[in-house]
């Protein structure tokens, strides 16, 4: 970029148009649906909305996270998918009522993650996938409602007997990281019996391209299993879609 030019501007975000984008969920929640907007900025404006249930920031171009955002109280579902954030703030720890939350495909290191996470005492899923996590943060361990954990397309080389000791936990995904053996990952996983494989993004969360690419591998794989002698294994793709991996180094493609 030359100098003194400035980035994309991005679009503008207003009172009205943030409450024209609340809608009810099915289970009567409060949701602000701000996603694949081309915000740029965090909209101030919709700290005046701290009253919704659930709030859906992804696949923008955001950057910060401000600190402000444990105004939300009541957020039980938080959103923040496929933006350019590197660090989250201290102050998502005061956010309690946290069920969900899914920072997937950005650009943050362990150093980026606040020990305040450990507060979220409450958090059920927590989707870390397609970072740069090099080793997986210790406030998981303090997280004892952790049911799903997504770890997937990181920089990871072990997984700390912390994770495998969560009471709650069900599902885990850590495909697609460096480890020093194949067969590492492979006995971590059969120490917790329990697990299932972990496809954190839903089909909806998808571009058309990989979304293709998604349902082009599970034809053939339904192919194959029909034509199979032996006992089908459970489909790998039943509700949800496990994100490609070239996604990593193509996450333009994914926004």
């Given amino acids: 970029m030359a100098k003194g030019a400035k980035g994309p501007k991005g679009k503008k975000i207003t009172l009205a148009v943030a409450k ?12 602000l649906d701000l996603s694949k907007m081309g915000i740029t900025t965090f909209p101030k404006c919709i700290l005046r909305l701290t009253d919704v ?10 950057k910060k996270i ?11 579902w938080l959103d923040l998918h496929s933006n350019y954030i590197d660090k989250l703030p201290e102050t998502i720890g005061q956010m309690t009522s946290l069920l969900y939350l899914n920072v997937s495909n950005n650009r943050l290191t362990t150093n980026g993650l606040p020990v305040e996470l450990n507060q979220l005492k409450n958090i059920r899923t927590v989707n870390l996938g397609l970072n740069h996590l090099d080793s997986v943060p210790t406030t998981l361990g303090a997280l004892k409602e ?4 997504g770890l997937h397309d990181n920089l990871l080389s ?3 007997n912390s994770i495998s000791k ?4 069900k ?14 990952s492979d006995m971590f996983m059969d120490s917790i019996r329990r697990l299932d494989n972990l496809h954190l993004v839903e089909e909806k969360d998808l571009c058309g391209t990989c979304l293709k690419k998604c349902q082009q591998a599970r034809d053939k794989l339904n192919k194959i299993k029909s034509m199979a002698t032996a006992i089908p294994r459970k489909a ?8 490609n991996s070239m996604a990593k180094e193509s996450q333009e493609d994914w926004r």
């Fill in 171 to 184: 599902k885990l995904n850590t495909k697609r990281n460096p480890f020093p053996k194949a067969e590492s």
């Fill in 66 to 76: 401000p600190d402000a955002i444990s105004k939300f109280q009541n957020l039980r």
């Fill in 236 to 243: 790998i793709f039943s509700t949800l879609v496990s994100p």
């Fill in 146 to 149: 952790l049911h799903e954990v």
């Fill in 53 to 62: 249930d659930e709030l859906d920031l992804s696949r923008n171009l955001i």
């Fill in 158 to 160: 072990n997984i700390p």
């Fill in 20 to 31: 024209n984008c609340i809608k009810i969920t099915f289970d009567g929640k409060k949701r």
């Fill in 166 to 169: 969560l009471p709650k936990l």
